[in-house]
């Protein structure tokens, strides 16, 4: 079965690190893009950034350029969204998703990390 | 950057309607456009791509169309498990792009 498998919930605090990850399994991890994608309560979908583990050729949102670092290890076949220093702002759901792989549509999708950072 | 609308934000329909959600891109896209289903505390799942293309496994009363700068989803014929925020995604030059959800709840 081709899924893609997210690390758990996680609550932070302001300031602090993080780093989530996304594993996927059933198909070649390294010839597919991965994407993140923010979910805040209760609003709507935000494209984050994507990349592809066969090179990490990474590309950003303009939103969230210089905000996250998107990495991916493939020996392990895992992707990896990461913060240096949470903010209160960040907390949402983020989920992966994997790029078809001829059209420009994410066609598996992660079950969703939930990150709450909070004092 | 592109950027997308849908309308309506919230349509309320009965179980046999026709609906249709309308996106919309702020320059052409030409037809890399995909639509999403997502229900309450779930993951999005994809139900078209690439304008009107079905994804395998979905159920042939979604469609999509248009081109350009304007698309549209239809269901044409509501069921019980179609209730939930549709949600269309624009790619373009490396970018992809959501629009901001349509809502279809019980009449």
């Known amino acids: 079965e081709v899924q893609l498998v997210q690390s758990g919930a996680e609550v932070k605090k302001p300031g602090e690190s993080l780093k989530i990850s996304c594993k996927g399994s059933g198909y070649s991890f390294t010839s597919y893009w991965i994407g993140w994608v923010r979910q805040m309560p209760g609003k709507g979908l935000e494209w984050m950034g994507i990349i592809y583990p066969g090179d990490s050729d990474t590309r950003y949102s303009p939103s969230f350029q210089g905000q996250v670092t998107i990495s991916a290890d493939k020996s392990i076949s895992t992707a990896y969204l990461q913060w240096s220093s949470l903010k209160a702002s960040d907390t949402a759901m983020y989920y992966c998703a994997r790029r078809h792989i001829e059209e420009y549509a994410f066609d598996i999708w992660g079950q969703g990390t939930m990150v709450t950072v909070s004092s | 950057d592109i950027q997308m609308t849908q309308s309506p934000s919230t349509l309320s329909a009965s179980v046999g309607d026709r609906v249709t959600i309308t996106c919309r891109a702020s320059q052409s896209i030409s037809s890399w456009l995909a639509w999403y289903q997502q229900k309450p505390g779930k993951a999005p799942k994809l139900l078209i791509y690439?304008?009107?293309s079905l994804e395998s496994g979905v159920p042939s009363r979604f469609s999509g169309s248009g081109s350009g700068t304007e698309f549209t989803l239809t269901i044409s014929s509501l069921q019980p498990d179609d209730f939930a925020t549709y949600y269309c995604?624009?790619?373009?030059?490396?970018?992809?792009?959501f629009g901001p959800g349509t809502k279809v709840d019980i009449k």
């Open positions: 995604q624009q790619y373009n030059s490396y970018s992809f792009t």
């Open positions: 690439k304008a009107s």
